[in-house]
């Protein structure tokens, strides 16, 4: 039976309503992004993943993770480190800042992460990694969650292995990304062993990897028994991703709603960031655009722009039709919950570059 992907499901004591999680990506999931995929379907939205040296420092650029708005919920921070009490310390101040959930990182392949005993180079010491997600469980009261690739090596078993581990120390809920660290994102996803996965745990299992449509998430679905499904690269730029799978026939955008949603985003971003925006956003603009025609034309000017103001200027110049949709968005952010308490950090840009 094809499970409904807009079907609600917990995680503890969280109810999440609809089987769509929108991926811990670093320097993509700022809060705008969050926000963005709450509205257009996802049920559980994560931060990129903080760093529990940086908040145990108070350095400033991490603390700028810990900005959650009201309309954000349920959400995850995602925090990694390899020093139990450190990550413990973290943990408790990620819910202090207001986080449903506390997610471990176990799956990032970067180097300056897993150099450091974090991330993907838990999965080879899961002692180690028992005793973080003990530790982060003990610490604080909301559900604890960890995020694992299959492992260092391309035909590594180690989540299989790891995953009972990390239930019997208290985790409440698993993703697995069934990709080896040294693939980083090539290949294919082997959802074989999220089934496995699936039958070795009585907590929720939560497939990531390859999910791009509402036909690869019903498959995953269908294929492991999982939980939910967890859509990263997929939702790039392209928010409807998440609309198409939570949603039933609906419609390809059209230019106009593409760019003034791009706006939308924009301006959300440059609320958050100040003068950092610009060069931020820039990666963003092809992921919105691709495919749309005579794209190429405006894109030199969008990624020297200095400004968002002058960025969104040459997107109303090349497709002046998103005018009025942009007028709706205006009217519709103008009724949001959205006061001074919502951005009292300032949101960094991220210093990683893998999740």
């Not at 811990?24 to 963005?36: D, Y």
């Not at 309309?71 to 390899?82: K, N, R, T, W, Y």
């Not at 080896?180 to 070795?200: C, F, I, N, P």
């Amino acid at each position: 039976m094809t499970v409904d992907l807009r079907s609600p499901w917990r995680i503890g004591p969280v109810e999440i309503p609809t089987r769509l999680v929108l991926a811990p990506m670093a320097g993509v999931s700022v809060q705008a992004f969050r926000r963005q995929g709450r509205r257009f379907g996802a049920g559980l939205v994560c931060s990129e993943m903080v760093s529990a040296a940086g908040l145990a420092h108070a350095n400033e650029r991490t603390l700028g993770y810990l900005r959650i708005a009201r309309d954000e919920h349920p959400l995850a921070v995602q925090i990694f480190g390899s020093d139990p009490d450190r990550m413990a310390e973290a943990a408790r101040m990620v819910v202090d800042a207001g986080s449903d959930i506390v997610d471990i990182n176990f799956g990032c392949p970067v180097r300056k992460v897993t150099k450091t005993g974090a991330g993907a180079s838990a999965l080879s010491d899961h002692d180690l990694a028992c005793g973080i997600a003990g530790a982060v469980a003990d610490a604080v009261e909301v559900p604890v969650t960890a995020k694992m690739r299959r492992g260092i090596e391309n035909e590594s078993r180690d989540a299989l292995e790891l995953g009972p581990r990390l239930e019997a120390v208290g985790v409440a809920s698993l993703t697995l990304h069934p990709r080896s660290a040294k693939q980083m994102y090539t290949g294919t996803a082997d959802h074989t062993l999220t089934a496995e996965l699936v039958e070795r745990v009585s907590v929720p299992v939560i497939a990531s990897g390859d999910v791009v449509d509402r036909r690869t998430a019903e498959r995953v679905l269908d294929s492991t028994g999982a939980a939910a499904v967890m859509v990263g690269r997929g939702a790039q730029g392209q928010p409807w991703t998440l609309q198409e799978m939570a949603e039933r026939d609906t419609e390809a955008p059209q230019p106009g709603e593409v760019v003034a949603e791009l706006i939308r985003f924009m301006r959300e971003v440059e609320r958050e960031m100040g003068d950092r925006a610009a060069s931020f956003l820039r990666k963003f603009y092809g992921w919105y655009l691709r495919g749309m025609p005579a794209a190429k034309s405006v894109k030199p000017a969008l990624t020297s722009a200095p400004t968002v103001a002058e960025a969104e200027a040459a997107l109303l110049r090349f497709c002046p039709e998103a005018r009025d949709r942009l007028a709706r968005h205006e009217a519709e952010l103008a009724l949001l919950p959205d006061t001074e308490s919502d951005r009292l950090l300032d949101l960094p840009i991220s210093i990683y570059g893998g999740g």
